[in-house]
Antibody, heavy 125, light 107 residues
């Protein structure tokens, strides 16, 4: 099956750290940029960042809200991407999704046609 | 960062109604605009990309239009399964920002 499965969500105290994982299957993972998006309860999605592919030097980009605290990585041998979250704040409480453009197309349009189910991160004392 | 503003934030409609949702970008984004549908407890689902290209399997009652700063998602005849929240997203430049959403519920 073509799917993404996130894991690692938990209850963590403010200032703590957590590492989320996203396991991919059924598509050309190594050729796909991978993205992380979060959604707080009752709010719209928030793009957190992305990691490109090996030919693009695994370049990363982050939203200002998480830059310097969150790090995206990937392991193409395991078809997985990761989100390391440090210095967590109460406002980081959300469902965290990984997402990608799984379709192989010749166009340059970015869109997320494949999402995981999400994993819940709760930051609270 | 490019700000995306959707209107209305919510609307009530009946089965068979035509519905239109607007998304405005704070700067020109060509046609790098994506629409998603989201139902409670589920991940967003891709509907339209490149402003007007229907994703595989999306019913033809959905359509998208617009360019640069103003975009519209239309549903020609609302069906029961269309009651959901709709989000636009610009993919012109990082960060790939989303709109605040439009909730479509039963009138």
């Amino acid at each position: 099956d073509v799917q993404l499965v996130e894991s690692g969500g938990d209850l963590v105290q403010p200032g703590g750290s957590l590492k989320l994982s996203c396991a991919a299957s059924g598509f050309a993972f190594s050729g796909s940029a991978m993205y992380w998006v979060r959604q707080a309860s009752g709010k719209g999605p928030e793009w957190l960042g992305r990691i490109r592919t090996r030919p693009n030097n695994y370049a990363t980009s982050y939203a200002a809200s998480v830059r310097g605290r969150f790090t995206i990585s990937r392991d193409d041998s395991k078809n997985a991407t990761y989100l390391q979250m440090n210095s967590l704040k109460i406002d980081d409480t959300a469902v965290y999704y990984c997402a990608t453009k799984a379709a192989i197309t010749s166009d340059m349009y970015r869109y997320f046609d494949l999402w995981g189910r999400g994993t819940l991160v709760t930051v609270s004392s | 960062d490019i700000q995306m503003t959707q209107s209305p934030s919510s609307l009530s409609a009946s089965i068979g109604d035509r519905v239109a949702i607007t998304c405005r970008a704070s700067q020109a984004i060509d046609n790098y605009l994506v629409w998603y549908q989201q139902k409670p407890g589920r991940a967003p689902k891709l509907l339209i990309y490149a402003a007007s290209t229907l994703h595989n399997g999306v019913p033809s009652r959905f359509s998208g239009s617009g360019s640069e700063t103003e975009f519209t998602l239309s549903i020609s005849s609302l069906q029961p399964e269309d009651f959901a929240t709709y989000y636009c997203q610009q993919t012109y430049s990082s960060p790939l920002t989303f709109g605040g959403g439009t909730r479509v519920d039963v009138k």
